[in-house]
């Protein structure tokens, strides 16, 4: 087998957002030179990629998630030399690129959108989604997801132009095969520059009903007008699943390269729909992320039951992917209290699972949310929804390096304040203790980077009474691990029988411990303390 072939398979990728990783040039903002300054602390914690949230041309209203130019690097984050050089660095550490790939829409101020708006007939118009007002008003019903009508009148030509998301991210028209064909053409300039794979932006969004038939009614869990709204006719179109099989081909020109989508549906996540974009055949996305952990309580069964629709879903053919936090939710930690004990069982859970783990950078010395204030407020949902939603900028706080200002190596203020414990908690004190939480993730990496089981073995949930606690198997031809995990606070006994049963061995070892005590035994079980997670193998 190519050592490579399933890299995107077998190890764990972290996401970067570049704005607030690692500021080299002292202006308050991360940048790619600082992601190359950093990666002997990736390398060191054993990722074998990282995703970068965009850092394309942009003019910034929604931190890069609208670009302009999608073969450039917004100067904020530095140059295409700089690209050019984290990706031969990264590489020769071992490390792949994830690129974020925004394909639903671009900014307003792409050329493709400036000449698109300059009247009716001329190619470039048919690259968006231009509608004739309806009796003098807009042409349907749709929502933004941030905000207001999706539909923005144009005085130039009194046509309106669709944008999912803010106005000034105007959505690509993907029935055009102009745009597939402009588009693929984007993805390749990166392909050719060794780019490992790409996130793609609310790929299930893509293409559009072509009659624009209104959403029904639905019956809102926020005060969102967009959640008021059942998105049959605006996402999921059947369609899509065509121009990702055509993408997905185009991918695979290329050697080792991947594709992993973010699906949007609403909560409590839709695990099927998620699934359907792996291809039924595993032939669209290598891997899509299913939301339904980023809003879970932390129940055991809750994980079991969640975690066993996920795998159904997929079914054998299709590669799962987990993911606890990214850039546009609250923090798992701080989800679940700001404890960090429950933070290691969720992080045992999330890297023994079988699929690919995604982390969120900072995850691993578990950094926490915070609100800012109303003034610090920078992303355009906070800025629109406070206080009923407080945005996105307190899961976007930057890195915790040290003690001291050292995302931004200079006097200036970060773009967004650091957390306000950051002089505690930081990858500098976690380093210097090796029972931190950034041990545990770096230890537990490491043993499932070398163990076939963790890596690519099946998984079964064994069945008990003991409450709070979750039980599995993951098994290889060779290997066989039993993973217990208690999500409570209290004390739980596990018959030896059961661990004699799931390992076939009456005899076992502990592979791993969350925590730094030895594990009290009886004669005929052992206990497991509060939010304690063990991984064991067969034998003495
Ligand atoms: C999903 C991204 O994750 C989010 O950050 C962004 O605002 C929207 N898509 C719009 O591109």
């Known amino acids: 087998m190519n050592r490579f072939a399933s890299w995107w398979k077998e ?58 130019d999608y073969k450039s690097i917004d100067p904020i984050f530095g140059n295409n030399d700089d690209i050019d050089e984290l990706i031969k660095k990264a590489h020769q550490s071992g490390i792949r690129i994830i690129l974020d790939m925004v394909l639903n829409h671009t ?52 046509q309106y132009y669709l944008h999912s998301f803010l106005k000034e991210q105007p959505d690509l028209n993907w029935r055009n095969p102009d745009v597939e064909e402009a588009i693929f053409k984007e993805l390749s300039f990166w392909l050719e520059k060794q780019v490992d794979g790409f996130r793609l932006d609310v790929i299930n969004l893509i293409v559009k009903d072509e009659a624009f038939r209104n959403n029904p009614f639905a019956w809102g869990q926020t005060i969102r007008p967009y959640d008021m709204q059942q998105h049959i006719f605006d996402r999921d179109r059947p369609e899509t699943h065509e121009i990702l099989k055509r993408m997905r081909s185009h991918i695979d020109t290329y050697e080792n390269r991947m594709l992993v989508g973010e699906i949007m549906v609403e909560k409590p996540g839709n695990p099927r729909i998620v699934a359907s974009y792996q291809g039924e055949d595993g032939d669209e996305l290598n891997l899509a992320f299913n939301f339904s952990f980023n809003w879970l309580p932390m129940k055991a069964k809750t ?31 701080t989800r679940f209290g700001n404890q960090e004990e429950k933070a ?18 900072g995850e691993e010395i578990g950094m926490k949310d915070k609100r800012v204030t109303r003034n610090q407020i920078q992303d355009p949902v906070g800025k629109r929804y406070w206080p009923f939603h407080p945005g996105r900028d307190g899961q976007r706080r930057p890195m915790q390096w040290g003690p001291s200002r050292q995302f931004c190596q200079s006097d200036v203020s970060p773009w967004l304040p650091y957390h306000p414990e950051h002089k505690k908690n930081n990858v500098e004190t976690q380093i210097a203790d090796v029972n931190s939480l950034l041990h545990m993730y770096r230890n537990l990496i490491a043993i499932r980077n070398h163990d076939e089981a963790l890596r690519i073995g099946r998984i ?59 594990i009290q035994e009886t004669s005929d079980s052992i206990i497991l303390r509060g939010y304690q997670g063990l991984l064991l193998c067969e034998g003495e």
């Open 11 to 68: 190890g764990v990728i972290y996401q970067i957002y570049p704005r607030s990783f690692q500021d080299s040039n002292g202006d308050g903002i991360g940048d790619l030179r600082g992601i190359i300054e950093r990666l002997d602390y990736l390398k060191w914690l054993g990722i074998v990629a990282i995703w970068l949230s965009p850092i394309f041309r942009s003019p910034m209203h929604d931190f890069g998630y609208d670009i302009s």
């Open 107 to 158: 900014s307003n101020q792409h050329p493709w959108f400036i000449e698109s708006a300059k009247g009716i007939p001329q190619p470039k118009r048919s690259f968006y989604i231009w509608q004739d007002p309806v009796k003098g008003k807009k042409p349907n019903k749709w929502k933004a997801a941030f905000g207001g009508n999706a539909w923005e009148f144009d005085a130039v030509s009194g």
């Open 303 to 333: 994980f079991e039951q969640t975690a066993q629709i996920w795998y159904e879903s997929l079914g054998l053919q299709r590669w799962p992917c987990w993911v606890l936090s990214n850039h546009d939710v609250t923090r798992a930690i």
């Open 344 to 361: 290691r069982i969720a992080a045992m859970f999330l890297l023994t699972q079988k699929g690919t783990p995604f982390l969120y950078y």
């Open 460 to 518: 079964k949930f064994l069945q008990h009474d003991i409450p709070d606690v979750l039980c599995y198997v993951r098994e290889s031809e060779a290997l066989i691990r039993l993973i217990l995990l208690n999500f409570s606070k209290k004390e739980r006994e596990i018959p030896s029988s059961l661990i004699a049963h799931a390992l076939g061995d009456p005899s076992f070892r502990v592979l791993f411990n969350t925590r730094q005590d030895q």
